[in-house]
């Protein structure tokens, strides 16, 4: 979509909810990027794309400090799509696009393969989307580990950690779910039940990712890039003194607090190689923020990019990311690879969007679903470090597997 495409603001707001169900429900490739059930800041973006060139969106320069009228999106064209955990991308070149900026409740239609009002017209006539129902009873979902070899795995990562392999690991695991699954309705289920700011719908032929990530991986605007890892989390409770004493339990856990150092160290080390010099500095440490199903202990760190800097560039310097690795990063990664036994696709990877300006926002695959013809899965995992309890971290690969799972009909096996 080029940048000289003029946007037309439509006459009201408009749910996206309503909008997607009306206008891409059934398309071969569409998007939906989403800031949350009854947002009311950031931004979502929606519509259709055609499979592009993989490196394309790569080359982008992400250094250059392009600011747009803050009254408009960050993002007005470019590709929409994922990288996988092994750094296999995925992209859809936008034709047609919806921005929703839930602050100022406006409604912004670009076009770059037919007539934006056109667009604005349809977007804002799309009826009212039908309550979507629970989802029908699927049973118990195979794990690719028991609870008792993933302990094996914890214990066989605290032996690596012991020898000075590593100091963090990031143990993962996947439950599935044969057989075929609507992945739009299980979509809106999980932004209900489980609504988060970085959310997304993304279908690309035959594979749909469905997400509620509650983690941004990279913000990159104005020359500008900033992470935000997340390490420790903590289950919602039902009664309010009981869900305050678990999120402060969150904060001062030491076990927990030293992971989530470990990978705002990574962090700083990675982005050290495409910044300024002495540019990268944390701006939050170890604040809790809560969603629906969890709380987590979120970190941000950011610096400004040298000049030359690619998309390309960033990611080769930054990915996969930290928080779903550990430390150091080449060494973890070997170390899991082993441990884990199996590719993990696109869940650990990245999602999101990238401008043709060299802006973009790309999310974690974490708290995700994949959908494929034949079969459905959810990946879930957990820092492990020396002071890492197998029956807990075990029973934190549960949590967070339960909404996703939920959503398509599925229980996590006995035992998480």
Not at 100 to 112: C, K, L, P, Q, Y
Not at 262 to 282: A, H, K, Q, T, Y
């Amino acid at each position: 979509m080029p940048r000289s495409v003029s946007p037309v603001v439509l006459p009201r707001w408009r749910d996206p909810e309503d909008v997607f169900s009306a206008l891409y429900a059934t398309a071969p490739h569409a998007f939906w990027l989403d800031a949350g059930a009854d947002s009311v800041s950031g931004w979502s973006y929606l519509g259709t794309g055609i499979p592009a060139d993989a490196e394309a969106p790569l080359s982008m320069d992400a250094a250059h400090p392009v600011v747009h009228d803050a009254t408009g999106p960050a993002f007005r064209g470019g590709w929409v799509g994922w990288v996988s955990y092994e750094g296999v991308p995925t992209w859809l070149r936008v034709e047609g696009m919806l921005a929703f900026d839930h602050a100022a409740r406006r409604v912004w239609a670009f076009s770059a393969a037919g007539s934006a009002e056109d667009l604005a017209r349809v977007a804002d006539a799309a009826p009212t989307a039908p309550t979507v129902p629970e989802a029908e009873p699927r049973g118990v979902a195979s794990g690719r580990h028991t609870p008792e070899e993933y302990a094996e795995l914890i214990a066989a990562c605290r032996e690596r950690i012991a020898d000075g392999d590593a100091y963090q690991l990031c143990l993962t695991t996947r439950f599935r779910l044969a057989g075929t699954v609507d992945a739009l309705p299980a979509f809106r289920r999980l932004r209900r039940h489980a609504s988060s700011h970085h959310a997304a719908f993304l279908r690309q032929g035959e594979v749909t990712l469905v997400s509620a990530s509650p983690e941004r991986f990279l913000d990159v605007r104005g020359g500008r890039v900033h992470t935000h890892p997340i390490k420790g989390t903590r289950p919602r409770h039902p009664d309010p003194a009981r869900d305050q004493a678990l999120a402060e339990e969150l904060r001062t856990d030491a076990k927990e607090r030293a992971e989530n150092v470990m990978i705002v160290d990574l962090m700083r080390n990675d982005l050290s190689r495409v910044c300024e010099p002495s540019s990268v500095g944390v701006d939050r440490l170890l604040e809790v923020e809560t969603y629906p199903t969890v709380h987590q202990l979120v970190s941000e760190v950011s610096g400004t990019l040298r000049p030359g800097t690619t998309i390309g560039d960033l990611l080769t310097a930054t990915f996969p990311a930290g928080s779903m690795t550990g430390a150091p990063k080449a060494s973890a990664m070997e170390i899991l690879a082993g441990l884990e036994g199996a590719p993990r696709g696109v869940y650990s990877g990245a999602f999101g969007w990238i401008g043709e300006d060299g802006s973009a926002d790309l999310a974690m695959v974490i708290r995700s679903i994949v959908v494929e013809p034949d079969a459905t899965w959810v990946g879930a995992g957990g820092g492990i470090t020396w002071r890492s309890v197998a029956a807990s971290e075990v029973a934190e690969v549960g949590i967070k597997a339960r909404a996703p799972l939920a959503a398509i009909g599925a229980v996590v096996p006995a035992g998480w």
